[in-house]
């Protein structure tokens, strides 16, 4: 063992409740405990950078869902960057960079028999910055490339309508779409995030939902109908766009981040009625299931990062400390853009 490791701490914020409503400070438990190192096959990752995502909302309930809630006392489940301190597993080598699940930590152990369940993988920083490997090389742009295309078969021509359009999946789906040669409209909330998705990333209009009616926006910038709608955030806006879904239209149920926090039991679309009278398709994307194909997306994507055709923004706020007021932002909408977590310091 090094002198540095034989000193270090690991930093963690475990779940100490499971929230109602919006997560509390109650709701996490600040603890350390000494770094170990790894037995045969295990991995020693030092974390420099956390994915908050608004998945991780839904992963604190209790219940079935695709994936096993985080249990109380556990660390918090999130996505990372890191490099690798200690191996004793010959596909990883003190000093890779790596991805994978890192929890909600400062160093992450990563016995043998969880190198693949944890999804650690080296990546390869010439794609791509660290922050842009959270982001749009990281699960958001899985997430959006694989339920545009796999679910949502854009064709050009095609009108693509995505909610949540500055954030971390829609960014990917609408820039992508663009590139697919589809007219595309996104939702966000602000004249800034509106802006930027139409200034920077180069989608045809942005209805700014806290300064007038979607409805109204989209009979504005969809006269044609909508072909393709990629929702992140459920709700109003989902009922909202299905009166305006073209025959055969084809519905992406990415998240629905208007809900995460309910009290209430959550409402299922009013509107979907339509989906019968157009013959179309609401579908779910679990980014996991693609997981496969991650390379060859990671490929594409890193070519369109490199030729200039997609822009990726990130959202960085630093320390540890910062984690449970940084994972608010992203339901009120204060983040612009993916939301990352610095702990390199």
Same mark, same amino acid.
């Given at each position: 063992?090094?002198?540095?490791?034989?000193?270090?701490?690991?930093?963690? &914020?475990?779940?100490?409740?499971?929230?109602?409503?919006?997560?509390?400070?109650?709701?996490?438990?600040?603890?350390?405990?000494?770094?170990?190192?790894?037995?045969?096959?295990? &991995?020693?990752?030092? @974390?420099?950078?956390?994915?908050?995502? #608004? =998945?991780?909302?839904?992963?604190?309930?209790?219940?079935?869902?695709?994936? =096993?809630? &985080?249990?109380?006392?556990? &660390?918090?489940?999130?996505?990372?960057?890191?490099?690798?301190?200690?191996?004793?597993?010959?596909?990883? =080598?003190?000093?890779?960079? +790596?991805?994978?699940?890192?929890?909600?930590?400062?160093?992450?152990?990563? #016995?043998?028999?969880?190198?693949?369940?944890?999804?650690?993988?080296?990546?390869?920083?010439?794609?791509?910055?660290?922050?842009?490997?959270?982001?749009?090389?990281?699960?958001?742009?899985?997430?959006?490339?694989?339920?545009?295309?796999?679910?949502?078969?854009?064709? #050009?021509?095609?009108?693509?309508?995505?909610?949540?359009?500055?954030?971390?999946?829609?960014?990917? *789906?609408?820039?992508? =779409?663009?590139?697919?040669?589809? /007219?595309? +409209?996104?939702?966000?909330?602000?004249?800034?995030?509106? /802006?930027?998705?139409?200034?920077?990333?180069?989608?045809?209009?942005?209805?700014?939902?806290?300064?007038?009616?979607?409805?109204?926006?989209?009979?504005?910038?969809?006269?044609?109908?909508?072909?393709?709608?990629?929702?992140? +955030?459920?709700? $109003?806006?989902?009922?909202?766009?299905?009166?305006?879904?073209?025959?055969?239209?084809?519905?992406?149920?990415?998240?629905?981040?208007?809900?995460?926090?309910?009290?209430?039991?959550?409402?299922?679309? %009013?509107?979907?009625?339509?989906?019968?009278?157009?013959?179309?398709?609401? $579908?779910?994307? +679990?980014?996991?299931?693609?997981?496969?194909?991650? #390379? @060859?997306?990671?490929?594409?994507? @890193?070519?369109?990062? %490199?030729?200039?055709?997609?822009?990726?923004?990130?959202? *960085?706020?630093?320390?540890?400390?910062?984690?449970?007021?940084?994972?608010? /932002?992203?339901?009120?909408?204060?983040?612009?853009?993916?939301?990352?977590?610095? *702990?390199?310091?």
């Amino acid at each position: 063992m090094s002198t540095d490791l034989a000193s270090a701490i690991n930093h963690q &914020v475990r779940l100490a409740a499971r929230p109602l409503g919006l997560p509390r400070d109650g709701d996490w438990r600040f603890t350390e405990e000494p770094v170990a190192l790894p037995d045969e096959g295990g &991995v020693l990752v030092r @974390a420099t950078h956390l994915s908050l995502d #608004p =998945a991780m909302r839904g992963w604190m309930n209790e219940g079935k869902s695709y994936i =096993a809630p &985080v249990g109380i006392g556990e &660390v918090m489940r999130a996505g990372g960057i890191g490099v690798v301190v200690a191996s004793k597993n010959p596909a990883f =080598a003190v000093g890779d960079k +790596v991805s994978g699940t890192l929890g909600v930590q400062t160093y992450c152990l990563v #016995p043998a028999g969880h190198i693949g369940r944890s999804g650690l993988a080296r990546i390869d920083t010439k794609l791509g910055s660290d922050t842009q490997w959270l982001n749009v090389l990281g699960m958001p742009g899985m997430t959006g490339y694989f339920g545009l295309m796999d679910i949502g078969q854009p064709k #050009p021509g095609e009108t693509v309508v995505v909610s949540g359009a500055a954030g971390a999946v829609g960014q990917t *789906v609408g820039q992508l =779409a663009k590139i697919k040669g589809c /007219r595309v +409209v996104g939702i966000a909330g602000g004249a800034d995030k509106c /802006r930027f998705v139409v200034d920077e990333l180069g989608f045809d209009a942005c209805i700014d939902y806290k300064a007038g009616s979607v409805r109204d926006g989209l009979k504005q910038h969809c006269p044609g109908g909508v072909d393709i709608y990629f929702d992140n +955030v459920g709700g $109003e806006i989902l009922d909202t766009v299905l009166t305006r879904i073209n025959r055969k239209a084809r519905i992406v149920i990415c998240g629905a981040i208007s809900q995460y926090n309910a009290t209430a039991p959550v409402q299922g679309p %009013k509107n979907y009625l339509s989906l019968l009278v157009n013959r179309a398709r609401m $579908e779910g994307v +679990v980014v996991f299931d693609y997981a496969e194909r991650y #390379p @060859a997306a990671i490929a594409e994507l @890193a070519g369109y990062l %490199k030729d200039g055709r997609m822009k990726s923004r990130e959202d *960085v706020v630093k320390g540890l400390a910062s984690f449970p007021a940084a994972l608010l /932002r992203l339901f009120d909408g204060g983040n612009f853009g993916k939301l990352v977590l610095d *702990v390199s310091g």
